[in-house]
């Protein structure tokens, strides 16, 4: 079975650009996570999908942060215009729909984002 | 809101050796999951071992077991013969029913040869 495919692995941006980033999940995923990690600290999650519906963007700060879901399977997060301190690895993550026990999170391998 | 702690910022253990990684959490929740996430330097998370709340037996995975103690929300990750494959990041999480997930702010592993 595959895994949480995400493109690029790595990017590197000046301030004030733009940045897209992809994400393919496990295929049967309805639920599909965006994360911020800054060194040393957990993932704080941005945006949460079911199928192609937001559950939960309270974290995306929404000024220059934006997803998308729109078949309900890939995904794109855009940073427009990128700032010093979006620096990080942004994961994303699937799982199953709710009410399906004992589903864990699937992670894909992370794009690390540096802003100079 | 639910909130996942773990107050070890660090450890380390000599190969070989046993070690216990501490996780607490809040919640108002009966019906929850709780995981373990190892994230290796190269920073890939994967799953280590879950536990679901209305069980009341410890979930075990060859050498790691959990300690779950639901009154006192506490969940806490015993590895035993530590091997130098499992340096790395540990992450407590937390799963409510809508599939949302609460992580901590992870356990630095070292493993000392």
């Known amino acids: 079975e595959a895994g949480v495919a995400q493109s690029p692995r790595y990017k590197i941006i000046e301030k004030r650009q733009s940045v897209a980033f992809w994400c393919n999940p496990i295929?049967?995923?309805?639920?599909l996570y965006w994360y911020q990690q800054i060194l040393g600290q957990g993932p704080k999650l941005l945006i949460q999908?079911?199928?192609?519906?937001?559950?939960?963007d309270s974290q995306l700060p929404k000024d220059r942060f934006s997803a998308e879901r729109l078949k309900g399977v890939d995904s794109t997060l855009k940073i427009q215009p990128a700032k010093l301190e979006d620096s990080a690895v942004y994961l994303c993550?699937?799982?199953?729909?709710?009410?399906?026990?004992?589903?864990?999170?699937?992670f894909g391998p992370g794009t690390r984002l540096t802003v100079l | 809101a639910q909130t996942v702690t773990q107050s070890q910022p660090e450890m380390s253990v000599q190969e070989a050796e046993t070690v216990t990684l501490s996780c607490t959490y809040d919640?108002?929740?009966?019906?929850?999951?709780l995981f373990w996430y190892k994230q290796p330097p190269s920073r890939q998370m994967i799953l280590v071992i879950r536990?679901?709340?209305?069980?009341?037996q410890n979930a075990t995975e060859n050498r790691f077991s959990v300690n779950f103690q639901k009154a006192a929300k506490s969940f806490s990750l015993k590895i035993s013969d530590s091997q130098l494959g499992d340096a790395a990041m540990y992450f407590c999480?937390?799963?409510?029913?809508?599939?949302?997930?609460?992580f901590g702010t992870g356990t630095s592993l070292t493993v000392i040869p």
């Open positions: 993550a699937s799982s199953l729909a709710p009410g399906q026990k004992g589903n864990e999170q699937f």
């Open positions: 295929s049967g995923h309805a639920t």
């Open positions: 999908f079911q199928n192609n519906g937001v559950v939960d």
């Open positions: 919640t108002s929740e009966s019906d929850y999951y």
């Open positions: 536990q679901e709340a209305y069980k009341q």
């Open positions: 999480a937390y799963r409510q029913r809508g599939n949302q997930f609460y």
